[in-house]
């Protein structure tokens, strides 16, 4: 299996190679498992991202690729870089690894199957640990999440959860019609996984 990590970022130069750098480790140390690959999407940064990004990609250990795109939006980023890949599995992590990367094994696991197409992280399920969560990120992140779910009638536990990760054939079949362009790829993801009868897969984080 080939699973793409892609970290989006704007303006992330104080958070970036430090997360990138607990990323990496975890890579390192499950090579064996899968062949992992990581994308380093920025997405219009204006501070010193690109600088520390492209000397990640050239000098870490793990496969790394740097994509610049002028237009800032966080969907626009994980789709070209999505669009790009040749992947088995692609998903996003945020850039501070808010998210244990020790559940990117959980990640491993559930895509041996092959019947499934999205794995889902949530913050609202039991066992359920997130770091740096501020009272301030909660409370956006829980009305984003009950304003999307209400809305849209998706079932998923988390929509905003910044650790969601597909299928990428059925990805690459769906992105043509995709229309996120900002913050709202994952919950669109989940809409069209839900109403297809596909197989989604939530785990605590």
């Not at 920025?42 to 990004?53: K, L, V």
Request: charged share 30%; with cysteine.
């Amino acid at each position: 299996m080939h699973l793409e990590i892609t970290i989006p970022c704007y303006n992330e130069e104080h958070r970036l190679e430090a997360g990138y750098a607990v990323l990496a480790d975890w890579i390192l140390q499950n090579q064996e498992r899968a062949k992992i690959t990581v994308v380093i999407a920025d997405n219009g940064s204006t501070d010193r991202t690109e600088e520390i990004a492209r000397r990640l990609a050239e000098e870490s250990r793990v496969p790394t690729r740097y994509l610049r795109l002028e237009k800032p939006g966080l969907a626009l980023a994980l789709r070209a870089s999505w669009d790009a890949s040749t992947a088995d599995v692609v998903g996003y992590c945020d850039t501070d690894m808010a998210t244990d990367v020790t559940h990117l094994g959980d990640v491993l696991r559930e895509f041996d199957a092959e019947e499934m197409t999205v794995v889902n992280g949530s913050r609202w399920l039991r066992g359920a640990v997130v770091r740096n969560r501020g009272w301030l990120r909660t409370i956006l992140s829980w009305t984003l999440h009950k304003g999307i779910r209400g809305l849209a009638g998706i079932r998923a536990t988390d929509i905003a959860c910044g650790f969601k990760f597909f299928r990428r054939s059925w990805y690459a079949a769906k992105s043509p019609g995709l229309t996120s362009e900002r913050f709202f790829l994952g919950a669109e993801l989940l809409w069209n996984a839900e109403r297809e009868g596909r197989r989604v897969k939530e785990i605590p984080v």
